[in-house]
């Protein structure tokens, strides 16, 4: 009797360390997950969600938060209207939820849709626009076109929409200054 009393206590003590082993393991490899998550992925758990974000240059952005592109993401404000934020910029993330979306291959064609694309798309549009600089400028305009590393603005007054009569100047906005561009209502005519 006593010996199957030692092998059963034997038994339980390698079952304890084993599962404890495990434990370590699992914890260690939950870690290792966490470490090569990027804070795209964390966000785009939270698509569709309001969120705020303490962003350099522009202070406190808010919205609900509709895209996470390569190098940008896209809120809509309570006024509904759309705000392009450079990613690099954002220096905090309030009002995640638990959920973290798997890491995502962007892929050839997602990897080339980054903030230039965005803000060509503006152009397209020809969407007045406040472009709030990493420094806390901001001008105010349309995007008349994109290059690969500024883009160019059509300053005019935001009541009025973009008309040669109305333009009072035309300027060169480098690419890293941006900050968070959001679009304006358009001018009445």
Same mark, same amino acid.
């Given at each position: 009797m ?12 390698l079952?304890?360390?084993? =599962? @404890? ?7 260690? *490899? ?6 090569? &998550? $990027?804070?795209?992925? /964390? ?8 969120v705020?974000?303490?962003c ?6 808010t919205g ?22 450079a ?7 309030g009002g995640l939820?638990?959920r973290? =979306? @798997?890491e ?6 997602? *990897?080339r849709l980054?903030?230039?694309r965005? &803000? $060509?798309?503006?152009? /397209? ?10 420094d806390?400028g ?5 995007v ?25 100047g ?7 200054a941006?900050a968070?561009?959001r ?7």
């Open positions: 006593r010996w199957q009393q030692l092998f059963a206590d034997l038994e339980a003590q079952a304890e360390e084993e =599962a @404890a082993d495990e434990r370590r393991e699992d914890a260690s *490899r939950a870690r290792a997950e966490w470490g090569r &998550l $990027r804070l795209a992925d /964390r966000l785009r758990g939270s698509l569709g969600r309001p705020t974000m303490s350099r240059g522009a202070g406190e952005v609900r938060l509709v895209e996470v592109g390569v190098d940008w993401l896209l809120l809509e404000d309570g006024q509904h209207r759309e705000v392009l934020v990613q690099r910029v954002v220096r905090t993330v939820t638990a973290t =979306a @798997a995502r291959d962007l892929g050839a064609v997602g *990897r980054d903030l230039r965005a &803000l $060509r798309g503006l152009a /397209r549009d020809r969407a007045l626009v406040h472009c709030l600089l990493d806390g901001v001008v105010t305009g349309t008349d076109r994109v290059g690969a590393d500024f883009l160019e603005l059509a300053e005019h007054p935001a009541d009025l929409p973009r008309r040669r009569g109305a333009v009072t035309v300027r060169a906005v480098v690419l890293d941006v968070v561009v679009t304006l209502p358009p001018a009445v005519v």
